[in-house]
Nanobody, 122 residues
């Protein structure tokens, strides 16, 4: 499956953004989907995931209550709404797909998009 992330940009602290990840190729609804992010000089870290059923979601503690992940299998798209953004949310955000696991572990994900940059200014 091919993934194309978009929606990043520059926003002031307290602002909002909505990221979109469009999928093509294999059956999108077969995959658990997630967002990860990578800040400069840091490891790529888990942000949020949504199961292929759309029923289950998971969030990193640092974004709970501020970010919301969702998906529309008919549109082959996963979204992440990000509110009350903080400078610590700055990084490149990647969407990823896993055909086998609903996991927070990046090693469980088989396909990755190219990333979209989010910059939160203070």
């Amino acid at each position: 499956v091919q993934l194309q992330a978009s929606g990043g940009g520059l926003v002031q602290a307290g602002g909002s953004l909505r990221l979109t990840c469009a999928a093509s190729g294999r059956t999108f609804s077969d995959y658990n989907m997630a967002w990860f992010r990578q800040a400069p000089g840091k490891e790529r870290e888990f942000v949020a995931a949504v199961s292929w059923t759309t029923i289950e979601t998971r969030y990193a503690d640092s974004v709970k209550g501020r970010f919301t992940i969702s998906r529309d299998n008919t549109k082959r798209t996963v979204y992440m709404s990000m509110d009350t953004l903080k400078p610590g949310d700055t990084g490149v955000y990647y969407c990823a797909a896993s055909g086998s696991s609903f996991s927070t572990d990046k090693r469980r994900y088989d396909y990755w998009g190219q990333g979209t940059l989010v910059t939160v200014s203070s």
